[in-house]
């Protein structure tokens, strides 16, 4: 496969967050073929170990490659944190997770050179934001959480409301952020919590995700390598899930905030 | 393969909730040997396809029949709801479900004939405990509620406190239990909210949990079939997992009152 400008960016993620990345990429690059994988059959990642973690995304990454793809986008922090250095060694393509440019983000943020993250146990647990921002900066103090019941809450839709906020409270409250101007939410089910974290916080504290700071970075690595879509190029979106379509397409049209026409189910061999 | 008395019964969960039935055979059969399977790399299943909880579902049964069965426990309200079928048509063994002995514990509770059901997802949307409770008891009034966070609460150890109270308030207040004298907690993980609750609902509804039901039915069954094993039969138990062992092994001590020695890590090929 020789990647030319037409062919595809391949997004995925363990399920619908992801979608979150894929907004931000459609966005910034609207004449670009794409093609995203939630591999719903297996949601979530957060909370499962990295070798598990790795398999699934390389089994992703290799269905993702039966279209013809420039790029792989990792949509999700799991499998950012997790898998990227086993899918960078095995797949023909550049391959862009969403940790390092979230840092980077973050790290420019920073005022204070205090820095919070929150993700799932297994993003957490590997250290990688850790890392990613010592990378980017050297002096930040970070402190990091996991937050794993904000998942569920994102995916079942409570997003406001008691049970939000006291859940917020509960993990973000007795002063974990206490200094930190920054707090990266490390994982693409939180943006989706953001007005509720952001009340847990309080006002002195920005809110980085990772998606609009990944989209800038692909479209860098794109116009670097001279792979960007020409102008007027038709801009594909095609959705691809290992459950059965129904509920990733009514949830999709939440997350993208419009309705996609479907999505197409895939059966990874790879379990 | 011919089931003989010596052989072990299996017992599959899409991950630790299981292990409250497994915990009641272990009790009221305490000569048997036991073999568990915790599906933990693709839990849950609660909020997953019938089509993708079947394909699970046959994998798990298919794994566990490497060790010499004499009964199949489906020790998952998910799988015994969208699977059973697909499983008895399947296996050359006797499998036994947890809803019909969890929906005749209830029909035989109820003064009122007003039962109350809550599951997952998928478990509600398949109508299972509703057909089953109709069966035990043709003039039951049934209502059902799916409660999605319950089990992510559940595995995270979120028992008790502001948190699960407000949640189960969610779910149960508003007059949902209103008449009805029993309520079905129709997933395996709910018994580890059962004094949260008991709370919501109030002190005039009896909860009904299927794992003793379930380990009755699978007493009685043995019994009939002449395969129950011989007092004095070494009651070896052995833990099978998808995902690596350690998270399932601190979680299994919690749910069983005591530790386990470990658990072997077992790949299915069946995605």
């Known amino acids: 496969m020789s990647p030319n400008s037409r062919a595809a960016i391949g997004v995925f993620d363990s399920g619908v967050g992801g979608l979150t990345v894929f907004k931000a990429l459609a966005e910034r690059l609207p004449h670009e073929r794409m093609v995203y994988l939630g591999d719903t059959a297996r949601v979530p990642y957060g909370t499962k170990s990295p070798e598990v973690v790795t398999r699934y995304s390389l089994g992703c990454a290799r269905e993702l490659l039966q279209h013809e793809l ?20 095995q797949l023909p393509v550049p391959v862009v997770g969403v940790i390092a440019p979230g840092a980077a983000a973050a790290a420019a943020a920073t005022k204070s050179r205090r820095v919070a993250v929150i993700a799932t146990p297994a993003t957490i647990a590997s250290g990688a934001y850790q890392r990613a921002l010592h990378e980017a900066r050297a002096d930040l ?28 409270r509960e993990y973000l409250g007795q002063g974990f952020v206490d200094g930190a101007d920054t707090l990266v939410l490390g994982c693409t089910h939180y943006p989706l919590l953001r007005d509720i974290i952001a009340e847990a916080v309080g006002p002195k504290v920005t809110l980085v995700d990772s998606a609009h700071a990944t989209a800038e970075h692909v479209a860098g690595l794109l116009e670097k390598r001279g792979l960007l879509a020409p102008v007027g190029n038709a801009p ?20 993208l905030g419009q309705p996609i026409a479907g999505a197409q189910q895939v059966d990874l061999k790879l379990a």
Chains 1, 2 share one sequence.
């Open 70 to 89: 420039k790029a792989l986008v990792v949509a999700c922090n799991t499998a950012s944190a997790l898998a990227l250095d086993a899918l960078e060694a």
């Open 141 to 168: 103090e970070v402190r990091a959480k996991a937050c794993p019941l904000f998942v569920p809450l994102a995916e079942e839709g409570w997003t406001q409301g008691d049970v939000p906020r006291l859940v917020a």
């Open 236 to 255: 594909e979106r095609h959705f691809l899930v290992t459950d059965t379509p129904a509920r990733f397409v009514e949830i999709a049209g939440r997350f």
